[in-house]
């Protein structure tokens, strides 16, 4: 997966799961310039149907030399779009983003 870092805007997408209360990293997209990132993000509407625990979080880089960077955007997204963009089936999506943060946590 791209690190957010190298991108001037990255698009996140992540599955809240209330029943453990934690946030998985699914997978996102980079782009170069803050432009190519409005675009794509203005492609990516926001999910009014029943409640979803997907999200699209959309980061902006404000100092590549130091790795900060701002949420600008956010809201829920279908199952679809996130297997449709990050290209694997959402249960892989979530066992990835699992296995992750049990090794972030085995690693603090």
């Known amino acids: ?12 997408f992540v599955f809240v799961d209330d029943t453990v209360d934690q946030i998985i990293t699914l997978g996102g997209v980079g782009y170069a310039t803050e432009r190519e990132g409005t675009a794509a993000w203005g492609a990516i509407s926001a999910f009014d ?9 959309r980061w902006r880089e404000v100092n590549r030399s130091e790795a900060r960077r701002v949420i600008v955007g956010d809201h829920k997204v279908p199952v679809a779009l996130c297997e449709t963009l990050l290209g694997q089936p959402i249960a892989q999506l979530i066992a990835r983003g699992r296995r992750q943060l049990a090794e972030e946590a085995g690693a603090a």
Do not use: K
Not at 1 to 12: D, G, K, V, Y
Not at 49 to 57: I, P, R
């Open 1 to 12: 997966m791209p690190q957010e870092t190298e991108f001037a805007s990255f698009i996140q």
């Open 49 to 57: 149907g029943e409640d979803s625990g997907f999200m699209a979080v």
